[in-house]
């Protein structure tokens, strides 16, 4: 078995082991692997070991490898989610060529994205990233003005609002890893009672996917424990 089919295999039986210790049913958690500055070649392992959803951060990048994977692989079911700090004249290729984007924190963003999604691909999934630990050098949207842009954004044509996403400031005691998790949920639980349908959590990378999956994380964002150390990295996975 490759070293990418046998991480992969791993993760997977982290998730359900996590899953099954916080009382949730293993397929409840799905695996999302970030393969950022990793080649076509790495995707289309992972696809032969069956993982069939990829989170990208950087644009050009993923764009070349959607293209190399496509070409190598015709006919195959490969999801692409988008992970990354979106700037406002890269949201065409963004809408046109990703089933999910998880890093909307402005309106602004959610219209462009919403104007340039081609109908014929159906709606956009769209999950709200949530700045949960306040760190000025992240993105996302601070907590209490996540209520009025959720109602905004469920009201755009071409998109559904899914959940919320997080990366919280990196943590090394599973305790205080639950922490931003826990206010994650709460702040999803709000927005539901609030009368918006969403379903969807994206938190949990490598280092601490078990304290995400045991507070309610649906979709965990694995990198670095699937396909190794990368050369750069900037977080999401």
Not at 123 to 140: H, M, R
Not at 211 to 231: C, K, L, Q, Y
């Amino acid at each position: 078995m490759s070293t990418i089919s046998s991480k992969l295999h791993d993760v997977e039986a982290t998730i359900r082991a996590a899953a099954e210790g916080a009382g949730r049913a293993p397929g409840s958690v799905r695996l999302l692997a970030v393969s950022k500055t990793f080649g076509a070649d790495a995707v289309l392992e992972a696809m032969h070991a069956g993982q069939h959803a990829f989170g990208e951060n950087y644009l050009q990048e993923a764009l070349d490898k959607i293209e190399a994977v496509a070409q190598a692989a015709p006919g195959e079911l490969v999801e692409w989610h988008f992970i990354g700090p979106i700037q406002s004249n890269k949201t065409r290729p963004i809408a046109t060529h990703f089933a999910w984007v998880h890093s909307v924190d402005r309106l602004k963003i959610a219209q462009r994205l919403s104007e340039q999604r081609p109908p014929e691909l159906g709606p956009l999934n769209i999950c709200l990233q949530v700045n949960v630990s306040g760190e000025a050098s992240k993105s996302g949207i601070a907590e209490d003005e996540l209520p009025e842009l959720a109602r905004q954004v469920a009201a755009l044509p071409n998109l559904r609002l899914r959940g919320l996403m997080a990366i919280p400031e990196p943590e090394s005691d599973p305790a205080k890893q639950r922490a931003p998790f826990a206010r994650m949920r709460g702040l999803l639980e709000r927005l539901r009672a609030g009368g918006l349908e969403l379903d969807t959590l994206s938190m949990g990378m490598s280092g601490d996917l078990e304290a995400a999956v045991a507070e309610g994380a649906t979709i965990v964002r694995i990198g670095s424990a699937i396909f190794g150390a990368r050369h750069y990295d900037k977080g999401n996975a």
